[in-house]
């Protein structure tokens, strides 16, 4: 049988990118608690703690590259102003994190309150 890489193969792109570490803080920044909005760059970086401005940059491109995300950019009084916002696609992307949460909580016995919680206050992405 023929190796498929993650190239070749959507289902594996996909889930090769919700394994990387920034991926889920990011996507559930962009859309806490069912109410999807736009955040700057430096407002990110704020929200999420330990993120490092290089690490923050990678997965924002990762994201846009899979259009998960979307990059805005808006003059206002002669100042660029760039957000960042979830496209349709990622708040797809977002219920099937969601849903991937609560299939780990039910296999492995987790904390319950996990598919409620937003993963840029988790311990797992703050160490």
Not at 1 to 21: D, E, F
Not at 78 to 97: A, K, N, P, W
Request: net charge positive.
């Amino acid at each position: 049988m023929a190796k498929r890489s993650r190239a070749s193969c959507p289902t594996l792109s996909l889930l090769h990118l919700m394994g990387k570490k920034w991926t889920m803080p990011v996507v559930e920044l962009l859309c806490p608690s069912n109410k999807p909005r736009t955040l700057q760059f430096n407002q990110m970086q704020q929200l999420l703690v330990s993120i490092t401005p290089k690490n923050l940059s990678r997965s924002l491109k990762e994201l846009l590259a899979a259009d998960i995300v979307k990059k805005t950019e808006t003059k206002t009084n002669g100042m660029l102003s760039v957000g960042y916002s979830l496209t349709e696609q990622g708040l797809v992307f977002r219920e099937f994190i969601r849903n991937s949460k609560t299939l780990g909580v039910s296999l492995y016995s987790l904390n319950p309150y996990c598919p409620n919680r937003q993963c840029n206050l988790c311990q797992a992405f703050n160490q």
